[in-house]
């Protein structure tokens, strides 16, 4: 299995043989914490925010023709999932030499780079130079970025389409900077956009697949998908990103960090899925 390894940045599972046009990307599982003298949070507050095994969950994703891309830093470094001008401009020291956006999530303080770790834990004790936020959109945000297109663009060049999962975890309950904060979260929510990242029968395919497993399913609520979900989808084109989150709760303990007993079942689940989303993406791009 070929393997492509960027030190601290990102991996790549890559089947030489046996493709399919399907890939699944992890953003959010590294933990590879880069030295930083401004982070002022605890660590443990830093691990809570870390989709910790979500990589080894879908692990067998090559083994059915599939790309598995994970990241190696974790997502209060820098986060892939927002777009690279979701940023807050009080956490730059010096004069930003780019257009910004910051959307609601920056305003919360979880955009591209973090404000706060928990409701009421900031990350940083001061902001970071100009010169450190460029460097981590170019060596982290737009490598990984870049290493996913390539992906999907191949997959789509091959077979004329292709459908991409990007995973995730969820606490099991919402906390305050979160839309559902006190609610209890069903074992996994799907993002499509509101029905615009991917074909509907393809959300429905793999809403079906869980349900099967005896999993509860609810679409877009409360997370609908974002950037990584929204950047690089078209699905008139062919292109279909689908959103998965977790519940944490099926498969690790969410104070100790620990793997429980249900990760191995979860996992043998999720290979199913992995197996029937292979068959779907052959048969409809057999179809194309
Ligand atoms: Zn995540």
Not at 12 to 27: H, K, N, R, T
Not at 57 to 84: C, E, Q, V
Not at 95 to 116: D, I, Q
Not at 126 to 131: C, D, R, T
Request: charge should be negative.
């Amino acid at each position: 299995m070929p393997l492509e390894r960027i030190e601290g940045v990102l991996e790549v599972q890559d089947p030489d043989v046996g493709q399919v046009p399907l890939v699944f990307d992890s953003p959010h599982s590294g933990t590879d914490y880069p030295p930083n003298s401004k982070v002022v949070a605890p660590q443990a507050a830093l691990d809570s925010g870390v989709d910790l095994y979500v990589h080894e969950l879908f692990g067998t994703a090559p083994s059915h023709g599939a790309a598995l891309l994970h990241a190696l830093f974790p997502r209060m470094y820098i986060d892939p999932n927002r777009a690279a001008d979701d940023i807050d401009l009080a956490l730059i020291e010096g004069v930003w030499p780019l257009p910004v956006n910051p959307t609601e999530k920056s305003e919360r303080g979880f955009g591209l780079l973090r404000r706060l770790v928990l409701p009421d834990v900031p990350l940083y004790g001061g902001p970071l130079p100009v010169a450190e936020v460029q460097m981590r959109l170019d060596r982290y945000y737009r490598t990984y970025h870049d290493t996913l297109v390539r992906l999907l663009d191949q997959r789509l060049d091959w077979f004329g389409a292709v459908w991409h999962v990007n995973c995730h975890s969820m606490k099991p309950v919402g906390n305050a900077m979160n839309d559902d904060a006190g609610v209890k979260r069903p074992d996994m929510v799907l993002g499509d956009r509101m029905g615009t990242s991917c074909d509907r029968a393809f959300a429905a395919f793999v809403a079906e697949r869980l349900e099967a497993e005896g999993l509860t399913v609810k679409f877009n609520d409360p997370y609908q998908g974002a950037e990584l979900t929204h950047a690089y989808s078209d699905p008139v084109a062919g292109r279909h990103s689908l959103q998965i989150e977790i519940n944490r709760g099926l498969y690790m303990n969410d104070e100790t960090f620990e793997r429980t007993a249900g990760f191995g079942a979860l996992a043998a689940a999720l290979d199913r899925l992995i197996g029937s989303l292979a068959a779907y993406s052959m048969d409809e791009a057999g179809r194309l």
